[in-house]
Protein backbone atom coordinates (compact mmCIF):
# COMPACT_ATOMS: atom_id res chain seq x y z
CA UNK A 1 0.00 0.00 0.00
CA UNK A 2 1.43 3.37 -1.11
CA UNK A 3 0.54 6.53 0.03
CA UNK A 4 2.64 8.56 -2.12
CA UNK A 5 0.70 12.24 -1.37
CA UNK A 6 0.00 12.23 2.08
CA UNK A 7 4.00 10.66 2.17
CA UNK A 8 4.58 14.31 0.00
CA UNK A 9 2.25 16.08 2.16
CA UNK A 10 2.42 15.02 5.91
CA UNK A 11 6.08 14.05 5.77
CA UNK A 12 6.91 17.39 4.20
CA UNK A 13 5.44 19.54 7.18
CA UNK A 14 5.24 17.15 9.88
CA UNK A 15 9.26 15.48 9.39
CA UNK A 16 10.72 15.36 12.60
CA UNK A 17 12.10 18.65 13.03
CA UNK A 18 8.21 20.10 12.16
CA UNK A 19 8.25 22.38 15.70
CA UNK A 20 11.64 24.12 14.90
CA UNK A 21 9.39 25.60 12.16
CA UNK A 22 6.14 26.16 13.04
CA UNK A 23 4.64 27.07 16.62
CA UNK A 24 1.54 24.26 16.31
CA UNK A 25 0.14 21.70 14.10
CA UNK A 26 -2.37 24.44 12.84
CA UNK A 27 0.44 26.64 11.74
CA UNK A 28 2.08 23.85 9.37
CA UNK A 29 -1.62 23.08 7.82
CA UNK A 30 -1.91 26.62 6.72
CA UNK A 31 1.69 26.89 5.60
CA UNK A 32 0.46 23.59 3.69
CA UNK A 33 -2.98 24.97 2.01
CA UNK A 34 -0.81 27.85 1.22
CA UNK A 35 2.20 26.13 -0.75
CA UNK A 36 0.43 22.88 -2.40
CA UNK A 37 -1.53 22.89 -5.52
CA UNK A 38 -5.13 22.65 -5.14
CA UNK A 39 -4.84 18.86 -7.03
CA UNK A 40 -2.14 18.30 -4.51
CA UNK A 41 -4.45 18.49 -1.47
CA UNK A 42 -7.69 16.72 -3.44
CA UNK A 43 -5.22 13.78 -3.83
CA UNK A 44 -4.39 13.95 -0.49
CA UNK A 45 -7.66 13.75 0.63
CA UNK A 46 -8.28 10.70 -1.47
CA UNK A 47 -5.80 9.34 -0.22
CA UNK A 48 -7.12 10.37 3.55
CA UNK A 49 -10.16 8.58 2.56
CA UNK A 50 -8.39 5.32 1.07
CA UNK A 51 -6.51 4.80 4.39
CA UNK A 52 -9.68 5.50 6.46
CA UNK A 53 -11.70 3.35 4.47
CA UNK A 54 -9.77 0.29 5.61
CA UNK A 55 -10.42 0.49 9.67
CA UNK A 56 -6.99 -0.29 10.92
CA UNK A 57 -6.45 -0.75 14.50
CA UNK A 58 -4.43 2.51 15.89
CA UNK A 59 -1.42 0.56 16.07
CA UNK A 60 -1.57 -0.51 12.34
CA UNK A 61 -2.20 3.65 11.61
CA UNK A 62 0.59 4.96 13.76
CA UNK A 63 2.97 2.15 12.31
CA UNK A 64 1.83 3.70 8.38
CA UNK A 65 1.78 7.06 9.40
CA UNK A 66 4.80 7.39 10.80
CA UNK A 67 6.87 4.28 9.11
CA UNK A 68 5.46 4.43 5.49
CA UNK A 69 4.47 8.32 5.10
CA UNK A 70 6.85 9.38 7.35
CA UNK A 71 4.70 11.60 9.50
CA UNK A 72 6.19 12.70 12.56
CA UNK A 73 3.78 14.50 14.54
CA UNK A 74 1.85 12.97 17.85
CA UNK A 75 -1.77 13.22 17.49
CA UNK A 76 -1.42 12.42 21.28
CA UNK A 77 -0.17 15.61 21.62
CA UNK A 78 -3.46 17.48 20.60
CA UNK A 79 -6.00 14.65 22.14
CA UNK A 80 -6.79 12.75 19.37
CA UNK A 81 -6.04 8.95 18.01
CA UNK A 82 -4.42 8.74 14.56
CA UNK A 83 -8.00 8.48 12.64
CA UNK A 84 -9.21 11.34 14.40
CA UNK A 85 -6.19 13.30 13.58
CA UNK A 86 -6.42 12.48 10.06
CA UNK A 87 -10.04 13.30 9.69
CA UNK A 88 -8.88 16.50 10.99
CA UNK A 89 -6.56 17.03 8.38
CA UNK A 90 -9.11 15.79 5.76
CA UNK A 91 -11.25 18.41 6.91
CA UNK A 92 -8.88 21.08 7.09
CA UNK A 93 -7.80 20.03 3.43
CA UNK A 94 -11.33 19.81 2.20
CA UNK A 95 -12.09 23.21 3.24
CA UNK A 96 -8.72 24.65 2.54
CA UNK A 97 -9.77 23.19 -1.20
CA UNK A 98 -13.31 25.00 -0.87
CA UNK A 99 -11.32 28.49 0.14
CA UNK A 100 -8.85 28.39 -2.69
Known amino acids: MKFSVLSHLLGCYFHQD ?3 EYFNSAE ?13 LVAGVREID ?41 EVLTDGDKNG
Not at 28 to 40: G, H
Request: aromatic share 14%; with cysteine.
Open 18 to 20: WPE
Open 50 to 90: ELLDFSFSEEALEYIVVREVGCFFAPDSEGLDYAGWLRMVR
Open 28 to 40: ALRSMLVDERKEV
